[in-house]
T-cell receptor, first 113, second 114 residues
Framework: GESVGLHLPTLSVQEGDNSIINCAYSNSASDYFIWYKQESGKGPQFIIDIRSNMDKRQGQRVTVLLNKTVKHLSLQIAATQPGDSAVYFCAERDTGGSYIPTFGRGTSLIVHP | AAGVIQSPRHLIKEKRETATLKCYPIPRHDTVYWYQQGPGQDPQFLISFYEKMQSDKGSIPDRFSAQQFSDYHSELNMSSLELGDSALYFC?????????????FGDGTRLSIL
């Protein structure tokens, strides 16, 4: 399944499927991007980051893709598991300006067993 | 690995009362950030400190103040509490303020105003 980020705040997938969560950012000067996972009752947890001199970065079961031309960021989760159910936030930072990350609207990922 | 510690985890206050939230950053992290998160909302930045000095200010109400102490822990002081202050308050820390370092968040303080 695929989320269109701001326009679809909930993404439901079956266990084992791949998930894609999208995020559109607004500041063309942003040069550092972070994905966070927030489980109910907990603080945002760092998943993966990417700098603007890269267009792809892989972690364990996660891949972040960055398209600076259209100011779009995506998080791909392979073989989604029930434990991946959470709200996912993207955040952007302009490290040459204010270094405070700006959070995008979260996407709720629901994984059905 | 040590994480960001926040206390208390839950706090119930009445309108017009005061509250103090505490944050203990990850060891050797010199930057602390405070965020407010309403239900179903993304975290909103309030204020940050680097090396015990205020480094940036967001949407923090004048009724709130914060500081970072010599041991790098931080406290958020909230006065004249209003119903709208009910929210999750997160603290995050990072190593350095201007670089590309991710923030690490605590599990928050849930503040409820009656």
């Amino acid at each position: 399944g695929e989320s269109v980020g701001l326009h679809l705040p909930t993404l439901s997938v079956q266990e084992g499927d791949n998930s894609i969560i999208n995020c559109a950012y607004s500041n063309s000067a942003s040069d550092y991007f972070i994905w966070y996972k927030q489980e109910s009752g907990k603080g945002p947890q760092f998943i993966i980051d990417i700098r603007s001199n890269m267009d792809k970065r892989q972690g364990q079961r996660v891949t972040v893709l960055l398209n600076k031309t259209v100011k779009h960021l995506s998080l791909q989760i392979a073989a989604t598991q029930p434990g991946d159910s959470a709200v996912y936030f993207c955040a952007e930072r302009d490290t040459g300006g204010s270094y405070i990350p700006t959070f995008g609207r979260g996407t709720s990922l629901i994984v059905h067993p | 690995a040590a994480g960001v510690i926040q206390s208390p985890r839950h706090l119930i206050k009445e309108k017009r009362e005061t509250a103090t939230l505490k944050c203990y950053p990850i060891p050797r992290h010199d930057t602390v950030y405070w965020y407010q998160q309403g239900p179903g909302q993304d975290p909103q930045f309030l204020i940050s400190f680097y090396e015990k000095m205020q480094s940036d200010k967001g949407s923090i109400p004048d009724r709130f103040s914060a500081q970072q102490f010599s041991d790098y822990h931080s406290e958020l002081n909230m006065s004249s509490l209003e119903l709208g202050d009910s929210a999750l308050y997160f603290c995050a820390s990072s190593a350095g303020a201007g670089g590309s370092q991710p923030q690490h968040f605590g599990d928050g303080t849930r503040l409820s105003i009656l």
